[in-house]
Structure formats: C-alpha cells, structure tokens
C-alpha cells in the first residue's frame, strides 16, 4: 500500500475523555472549534495561516462567543478535521489510501488552497492521489470504497471518476503488462503456472489470466460496481465472456444462496436491486455467459419478485442457449401456494422460445455444441433441448399433482424435433403413467401419442411390451416394429408377413404407427389384463431364443442368424394372427382382412400352449 508522510514535528494532540481533543504545548490554546460532538481547544495562528475558511468562521465570530465556532457539516468528521488540523501544526501525518479522500476533502472544506500558502494541504494531497493512488490497482480499488461515505465531496472533486477510470484502465490492460499484485485463487492450467512440460523444465514465466481482475472488484457495493463494469465495457478491450465471467464471481460472492436457488431470508429490495443491476450489466453477445448462470438468476428474479423487464430479458437470452442447459437447471420451484412442485410454464415458455429463435436462425447452428460429439447434424441444438425436454419430463412426471395437460403440451413443443431415439421420451411417459395411475384410458392414449414406437431401442421395446401399464395399442405397435426390425436385419423381405401387417409398414396403406384402425378404439386403448401380459411375455420369450441360445453371439454363423429372424417372424405373425381371428369371432373385421394368408397363420395358431389357447380376447 502507498503512503505519505506529511511534517515532522511530533504528535502533541490529546484527548480528555471522549469528546475533548486539546494541544499540549506551553502556549494557552485561544480557539474551541467544535466538530460535531468534538471540542478541539486550538491555536489560531498555525490554522488561520493555511484555511481561508477558519479566516472567515473567526472574523464572523462575536465577542459574545469568543473565539469559539462550531463546524458541523464538514467531509470526514473530527477524524479528518484533526488530520488538516496537524498539517497546520506541522505534526507528522500519515496518509494512505483508507484516509487520503477524508482529508483531501475536508482540506476542501477548510479551503486550504495555495493561495492561503504555498505547498498547502490540498496541494500535497492531489499530488499524492496522481503519482501513487490513481497508480495503485488495489489502493484505487480501496479508495473508491471510501468515496462512497464522502458523497457528494468525492463525486464533485471528480475522486471517484479518476478511481474509475485508473480501476477501468488497468483490467483492460494486456495481460503481458500486468506487473502488479492481484488476488486470484481459482485453479491455473499447468502452462499458467509455469509447469508445462513441453518447456523441458525451463522454468515459463507466470501467464495472467485474463480474469485476473474479477475477484478484486467483488469488494465493490453494487452501485459502485455497476460503474467500474460500465467504464471497463466503455474502454472496449476486453471480451464479453470476461465480463460474464466476473459478473458470474460477483454474484456468487455477493448474493447469499445464489448457488443453492437463493433460499434464505435476507433484505429483499437491497439483493432485488444486484440482480436486476447484473441482468443489466449483461455483455450484449450472445453466449459469453452460461445458461446455468442464466437460469441461477432466473431463479434469484423470481424469488425476488425482479421487474418484468428483467425477467423477460432473462428470458429471451436462456431460449436462445437452452441447447446448453442441463435438467438441474430447470427444475424451478413453483410459487408457494401451487399444487405442482416446479414451476413447468417457465419451461413452457423457454421451449417456445427456443423454436422461436431456432425458425429465426440459419438452419445450421453449431454455437451451442462446443466441445460436444460432432455426430449431430444441422439440427444438432434440436436434438439437444429434446433430449434435454424428456429428462425433465421424466423428473416432474414423479410429481402426483403434475397435470396430464402440461406434459402433453410441453411434449407436443418439441414433437417436431428430429431425434434419432425416443427412449427417453418412453421413460417419462412409463413414469407419469406409473406415477398417476388413474388416469382414464383416452388420457393413456393422449400421452402415449407423444412417443412413436419405431424410434424405440431393442431394450426399450423389452420393457415396453412387459409393460403392464402401456395400453394394448402400444404393446401390439412395439411388437410389431421390433419385428420390422429383425426381418430388416436379416435382408428378409416383407413380402413374407401377412398383408394386414405388411399395410402397417412406412408406405403401406396405413403408413403410421398411429393408424391402425381394424379394431375398435376401446379394444386397441383398453390396459391389457394378466392373461393379455402373461401371454405376450410368453412371446417375449420366443423371441429372446434367438439371442440367449449361447454366449459367443459372434460366433454364429449367417444361415443360424437367418433362421432365428424367421423364428421370431413366425411368432409375431402367430400374435397379429391372434388379434384379427379373435376380432374375426365377434364379427368386427371385414372379409377381406380374413384372406387366405390369416387361415395359414391360424392353422399355426391351434398348435399354440392352452395357456394361450384359453385367451378369448386382447381388449
């Protein structure tokens, strides 16, 4: 730290109890100045040669009160009165960055200019502020902290806008010529500190940073900070992602709980301020600051009740990144007094956004992805927030209160996104359905609607079609396709399976999962009953044969593998056969889904185990 020292004669002030600050010396004192609650018994001559305005306070003086005038409105208090007081004397003083601004305005005050005397107190002082203060990166951090109690001296001296401009210039310094000390505990990379091995350990010269500066200012009340930030952006040198990256340190520093959702109780209107001054101070490029920071200060806004200006600004920045964002992220608590445990219409909001923004953009945008696979394509962000959408879906489904309506709505958001697999998406509609297990049979079918089944990995479908809670529509559709698949594998063609199945296929006359309408829609959404599971995990188990006969899958050989695919190709016409002779008994399916090819199907169907031969109907 920098100091000066001023005179050289001893100090001879004392005290007489709290309030009486006196001279000793073989002179009788001839002037009380009175400094708010503090007497000063003084001699006239030493500080009327240096303060033009004690001139003045005497000369007014009547002879009713003597010699005695009272200063109450002076910068600094007695501490800085007594500070001019011994320059006057000639006493030795020291000044340094916690006191220098209290004396330099009460010398202010007390007109101490060179016209009194030459060499005079606020001489002296601007001397020191310009060749060592305003030079110092922490004496000026330290002296712009006491400006704020000499407002508005500080601020008409123009003290505080030279601690801004010095503070600003030096954290947009080339890092290169940074030469002073700094404070800086994150962690270095090795070649920061001088330990990376491609030097041969000749020892590198320490790297700064380039956020060397940012856990200097988080000293600085918000206020002040707000300026120090608004100048360093001013001078245009350094990057939006540093001034994110500071913003992010302030606000951890400065905001109790911010890391854990802001959760504690604390003065509303004083932290309601600092995040709506950070979402402010807010680096306009887009990206230089985290989603997860984003969200942190969504959460802290809503909290605490920030204006909707802000809110909305934050808002509008986490839809265009929210390819980055994690589940953590968005689990939101909804406001006290609702049903639902997280807030899912912020979700909703910052979903819409996103396509938004995404139909705004060029189709091709890799500004999210980062350090990521490079498999995705053009619509890798895409691919990102669905993946992102079916974790949440998955956590809030666990919520009993959570309405079907929301999840459907937030599913049907990101329905147009192209992903390569829906398994996660099948999760959360497994969780919701087991989670709310009273939903009606149309609200199954709702939900189950999000999900297309050919999108579902060979482990997804395992679980699906022994999934007692899925409706039967579902299972049949997962069975189906699964089959697809396997005869895909082995180059079969699909001539072989039964013209009703092959009219499911992509192309076919139906051409979608979704429309198969042989059956009533009570018998196709209907939850299958114990003898409907049991008999499908049986066939289940048919088709699992061709993959647990041994251990060694590699070792067999191409006419084995072939002939496993026909297995299974047989067993799943065996249960699509079941379900249209079963239809056909009651008189529901047309002739003409009653060929020739079902009675071949049916003739397999009589050899059936009586397990399944005792099943009557599948709704």
């Known amino acids: 730290m920098k100091f000066m020292k001023l005179g050289?004669?001893?100090?001879?002030?004392?005290?007489?109890?709290?309030?009486?600050?006196?001279?000793?010396?073989?002179?009788?004192?001839?002037?009380?100045?009175?400094?708010?609650?503090?007497?000063?018994?003084?001699?006239?001559?030493?500080?009327?040669?240096?303060?033009?305005?004690?001139?003045?306070?005497?000369?007014?003086?009547?002879?009713?009160?003597?010699?005695?005038?009272?200063?109450?409105?002076?910068?600094?208090?007695?501490?800085?009165?007594?500070?001019?007081?011994?320059?006057?004397?000639?006493?030795?003083?020291?000044?340094?960055?916690?006191?220098?601004?209290?004396?330099?305005?009460?010398?202010?005050?007390?007109?101490?200019?060179?016209?009194?005397?030459?060499?005079?107190?606020?001489?002296?002082?601007?001397?020191?502020?310009?060749?060592?203060?305003?030079?110092?990166?922490?004496?000026?951090?330290?002296?712009?902290?006491?400006?704020?109690?000499?407002?508005?001296?500080?601020?008409?001296?123009?003290?505080?806008?030279?601690?801004?401009?010095?503070?600003?210039?030096?954290?947009?310094?080339?890092?290169?010529?940074?030469?002073?000390?700094?404070?800086?505990?994150?962690?270095?990379?090795?070649?920061?500190?001088?330990?990376?091995?491609?030097?041969?350990?000749?020892?590198?010269?320490?790297?700064?940073?380039?956020?060397?500066?940012?856990?200097?200012?988080?000293?600085?009340?918000?206020?002040?900070?707000?300026?120090?930030?608004?100048?360093?952006?001013?001078?245009?040198?350094?990057?939006?992602?540093?001034?994110?990256?500071?913003?992010?340190a302030y606000t951890l520093r400065r905001l109790p709980g911010f890391s854990k959702g802001v959760n504690q109780n604390f003065d509303f209107v004083k932290y309601r301020s600092l995040v709506e001054t950070i979402v402010w101070l807010l680096p306009t490029e887009k990206g230089v600051v985290s989603c997860s920071f984003l969200l942190r200060l969504l959460r802290a806004a809503i909290f605490l009740d920030c204006g909707e200006t802000e809110r909305n600004e934050l808002m509008r920045r986490i839809a265009q990144q929210l390819p980055e964002a994690t589940m953590n992220d968005l689990l939101i608590r909804a406001p006290p007094g609702e049903a639902t445990v997280f807030d899912v219409d912020i979700v909703q909001n910052l979903v819409e956004g996103f396509v938004t923004h995404s139909s705004q953009t060029e189709p091709v945008d890799n500004e999210f992805l980062g350090s990521r696979s490079p498999k995705f394509g053009p619509d890798a962000s895409k691919v990102l927030v669905a993946k992102l959408i079916d974790c949440y879906l998955a956590e809030i489904a666990q919520d009993p209160n959570f309405p079907l309506s929301k999840f459907v709505n937030l599913g049907e958001t990101i329905a147009s996104f192209s992903r390569p697999s829906h398994d996660g998406l099948y999760r959360a509609i497994d969780m919701y359905l087991k989670e709310h297990p009273g939903i009606s049979k149309s609200e199954r079918k709702r939900i189950c609607k999000l999900m297309d089944c050919r999108k579902l990995s060979a482990e997804a479908c395992?679980?699906?079609?022994?999934?007692?809670?899925?409706?039967?529509?579902?299972?049949?559709?997962v069975l189906f396709f699964e089959q697809v698949r396997a005869t895909a594998s082995a180059e079969n063609s699909t001539s072989d399976l039964p013209g009703s199945i092959r009219a499911l296929l992509p192309g076919g006359s139906h051409g979608s999962s979704r429309s198969t309408t042989t059956n009533t829609e009570e018998d196709w959404d209907s939850v299958p009953t114990a003898d409907d599971i049991k008999a499908l995990k049986g066939e289940l188990a048919t088709l699992r044969l061709g993959s647990n006969d041994s251990g060694n899958e590699a070792a067999k050989s191409e006419v084995e593998k072939v002939a496993a695919s026909r297995m299974k190709g047989l067993v799943m016409s065996k249960i699509f056969s079941k379900l249209w002779s079963s239809k056909e008994r009651h008189g529901e399916i047309s002739s003409s889904d009653t060929s020739d090819s079902h009675g071949s199907v049916n003739a397999e169907e009589t050899k059936s185990t009586p397990s399944r031969s005792r099943r009557h109907s599948l709704s």
């Not at 009272?70 to 208090?77: L, M, R, S, V």
């Not at 395992?462 to 559709?477: D, I, S």
């Open 8 to 248: 050289s004669k001893p100090d001879s002030f004392q005290t007489d109890g709290g309030y009486i600050r006196f001279v000793a010396s073989e002179l009788a004192t001839d002037m009380v100045v009175n400094v708010g609650d503090v007497k000063f018994y003084l001699h006239k001559f030493p500080l009327l040669s240096k303060s033009a305005r004690l001139q003045k306070l005497v000369a007014a003086t009547n002879d009713a009160n003597g010699d005695e005038i009272h200063i109450q409105d002076i910068p600094g208090g007695p501490a800085a009165f007594e500070v001019c007081a011994k320059f006057c004397y000639g006493m030795t003083v020291t000044l340094n960055a916690y006191n220098v601004v209290a004396a330099r305005c009460a010398a202010e005050y007390l007109e101490m200019y060179e016209t009194a005397e030459k060499g005079n107190l606020i001489y002296k002082i601007d001397v020191f502020l310009n060749s060592s203060i305003f030079r110092s990166w922490k004496d000026s951090i330290i002296v712009l902290l006491t400006t704020k109690s000499l407002l508005p001296w500080s601020e008409e001296l123009k003290v505080v806008s030279h601690c801004l401009d010095s503070i600003a210039s030096k954290a947009s310094i080339d890092t290169s010529k940074v030469e002073w000390s700094y404070t800086y505990n994150r962690k270095k990379i090795a070649s920061e500190n001088g330990n990376s091995p491609q030097w041969n350990d000749a020892r590198k010269p320490q790297m700064v940073p380039k956020d060397w500066w940012v856990e200097d200012l988080c000293e600085l009340p918000i206020d002040l900070y707000k300026r120090v930030i608004a100048t360093i952006k001013t001078k245009g040198r350094v990057s939006g992602d540093v001034i994110g990256e500071a913003l992010n």
């Open 462 to 477: 395992m679980h699906a079609v022994q999934n007692e809670r899925l409706p039967l529509r579902v299972v049949v559709q």
